[in-house]
């Protein structure tokens, strides 16, 4: 049950990306920056950390785990460093949440991070940032550098000045797998970024074996929202489970794609309209409701509220709400073989399940697609989807699956055809095309 109005949007991270030069200290100031760390730095560590708790507020990355939870997993302070890790890797195929984000607004991070960071007992967090996107690596270190140029972080902080707070930014080489936390430490220690094995969980033993919260952009950058307006303001949007609000990134074949900040539990037939419908003379065939990891949904699906539980129940995972929407005229083939080749290609190669078993997908996808499919190909792509899921290493096994495997159960028809026919002759692929030489279609 949505406790907010249906159809509404609730923009509070996205409030100030229309704002002259909101990426500055001065315009985020002029906007109620920082009041929250203040406010923050006048309670105890621990009372910031049950505020969070009690908000429901839930990590926005993809699994959806109590966040203050997270927080209160760390051991009490023994007098070594604890960490936070903030994760800001965003690859995840339609995910483009966090780097815009971070390019509007980079302060409400920073705020976040001081939040986080005193609340937990660190005095050294780190940003590791996907490498790609130099704009955004050179944006965050102006940030920084504002923030403490004005004395709201470095060192003698909160009212006895005595909490220093260091923030380090640090740009990847650009791998997906460096978004899986444990990989992400690995690699932020500067060793080849793959999957550790748990337990020893981060909170325990984490970024050079010490006590670490590892959080989602837009987790962190939340909390200073709650923190100012309270736990009844951020608990009255969104759902019982599902508290809060969330940016939902819409992208693919509607009129006007791009992020809406709503509450959780708006559905795709509300989103999809406030983006002002579907392209001209077309309707929706599949969309994801969490990236390309999780299992595709179609037209029935439409109302399922976007919540972890409804879309849990309906077959699916909320994931990063990256909703990619495509058409009739799209090529489920065409689609999975992209996604299936994605994951072959950032698969890091640790576990035989998802090493192997990628490259297999990956052949049998490529021939289905060029029309040259082998009687039983279909049969054999969902039984080496079947032996990955669950018996990978880590969840990049598991996502690869999850196209393979939904696609197969909603339109297994095109993949049975493609024994004979090229996908391209069953759905050209230049009416897919978003953009014509002419222009937008
Ligand atoms: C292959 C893979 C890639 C991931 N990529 C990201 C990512 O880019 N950003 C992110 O926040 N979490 C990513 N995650 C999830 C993280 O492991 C972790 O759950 C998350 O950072 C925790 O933050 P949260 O509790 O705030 O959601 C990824 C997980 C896997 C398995
Ligand atoms: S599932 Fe894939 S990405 Fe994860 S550890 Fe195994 S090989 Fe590496």
Redesign the pocket.
């Known amino acids: 049950m949505s406790l907010t109005t249906p159809g509404t949007l609730t923009p509070v991270l996205t409030d100030r990306w229309d704002k002259d030069a909101p990426y500055t200290l001065s315009s985020y100031r002029d906007n109620g920056g920082y009041q929250a760390w203040d406010k923050a730095l006048s309670m105890s560590p621990e009372d910031v950390v049950a505020q969070i708790k009690d908000s429901g507020l ?8 109590p ?1 203050g939870l ?1 927080w209160s997993f760390l051991p009490p302070p023994d007098g070594g460093p604890r960490y936070l890790v ?7 195929p339609g ?1 483009c949440k ?1 780097i815009p984000l971070m390019m509007a607004d980079p302060h409400v991070l920073i705020e976040g991070v001081a939040i986080t960071s005193y609340a937990i007992g660190c005095t050294h967090a780190f940003i590791y940032l ?1 490498g790609e996107v130099v704009h955004v690596y050179r944006r965050l270190l102006a940030a920084v550098r504002e923030a403490k140029e004005a004395g709201l972080l470095g060192e003698g902080l909160g009212p006895r000045g005595d909490y220093n707070l260091e923030v380090t930014v640090h740009a990847g080489a650009g791998a ?9 430490l690995d690699s932020l220690e500067g060793l080849r970024g793959q ?1 550790r094995l748990k337990p020893p969980f981060p909170a325990v033993a984490g970024l050079y074996a010490r006590p670490t919260v ?7 950058a939340s909390v200073p929202g709650i923190i100012n307006h309270g736990n009844d303001w951020f608990k009255a949007m969104g759902t019982e489970k599902s508290a809060g609000h969330g940016i939902f990134s819409v992208s693919g074949h509607v009129k006007n794609p791009g992020q809406f900040e709503a509450p959780f539990g708006i559905t795709m037939r509300e989103l999809i309209e406030m983006c002002g419908g579907m392209r001209d003379g077309h309707r929706l065939k599949f969309w994801t409701p969490g990236g390309s ?1 999780t299992p595709i949904f179609t037209e029935e699906h439409l109302d399922v509220p976007l919540d972890y539980e409804a879309v849990g129940a309906a077959g699916s995972m909320l994931g ?1 709400r990256a909703l990619q929407v495509f058409d009739e005229t799209t090529s489920v083939v065409r689609v999975v073989r992209g996604w299936t080749e994605f994951y072959q290609h ?1 698969s890091c190669g640790k576990c035989t399940p998802c090493r192997e078993g990628t490259f297999w997908m990956r052949q049998i996808m490529l021939r289905l697609e060029a029309g040259k499919g082998q009687p039983g190909d279909v049969e054999l792509l969902d039984e080496i989807a079947g032996n990955i899921l669950g018996r990978s290493f ?3 096994g ?2 690869s699956a999850s196209p393979i495997q939904s696609g197969i159960k909603y339109f297994r028809e095109e993949f049975e055809a493609g024994l004979t026919t090229p996908a391209r002759e069953l759905f050209p692929y230049e009416k897919t095309a978003v953009f014509s030489e002419a222009g937008l279609r």
């Open positions: 839930r990590g926005r990355g993809g699994a959806g785990f966040t997270k903030v994760n800001a890797d965003e690859s995840e995910t966090d996907r997906y797998i460096c978004g899986e936390e444990t990989a992400l999957p590892v959080n989602n952009v837009e987790s962190i990891s990063t950032e880590c969840a990049l598991d996502a």
